[in-house]
């Protein structure tokens, strides 16, 4: 009889300790639906700062190539004083070796004494007048997008909004 009363002991102190808090298995970690909602708070998060992000990359972007061109056009009408010619390449200026925030080189084409026509392949604007008669600077991006030198230098920007 007496190895029923150590079972029932035994029995009794196990009962004891699984009424106190501190034997209880602790729950740890996340369950499903709360992983959820800081899945679908993230995302959402995401929706919202990845475009905000790329048009603020786009306008810096942008800026960038518009400086370089404002940079440009002024080392080539310093030759222009220099020389009283326009440069044939912008090896001459010492700017070939730039590129824009795209990494392409950017574009320069003599149009004053270099004997073009406005029926060569000259940039026009939409009422197919020449953008220049000096010289000819964009971005190598061929899109709206592009940032153009245009009325000879008075604009530099977007072609979209020129």
């Known amino acids: 009889m007496q190895h029923g009363y150590h ?3 035994t029995h009794q ?3 004891a300790a699984l009424r106190r808090k501190d034997c209880v298995v602790p729950q740890c970690g996340f369950q499903l639906i709360e992983l ?7 995302s959402l998060l ?3 700062a990845v475009p905000s992000y790329s048009r603020y ?3 810096a972007d942008n800026a960038i190539a ?5 940079a440009i056009s002024q080392a080539v009408e310093r030759y222009y004083v220099d020389y009283h010619a326009y440069p044939d390449s912008l090896n001459q200026v010492n700017m070939d070796t730039m590129q824009d925030p795209w990494k392409h080189p950017y574009e320069y084409l003599r149009i004053k004494g270099a004997g073009l026509s406005s029926k060569t392949a000259l940039r026009k604007d939409k009422n197919l007048v020449p ?3 000096d010289f000819d600077l964009l971005t190598a991006k061929a899109s709206q997008d592009d940032i153009v030198r245009a009325n000879n230098g008075a604009y530099i920007g977007l072609a979209s909004d020129y």
């Open 57 to 59: 990359r786009d306008k």
């Open 36 to 42: 959820l909602i800081a899945l679908a708070v993230i």
């Open 7 to 9: 079972d029932h002991e």
């Open 66 to 70: 518009t400086a370089d061109i404002v």
């Open 131 to 133: 953008i220049n008669t």
């Open 46 to 48: 995401a929706i919202i």
């Open 13 to 15: 102190t196990l009962a």
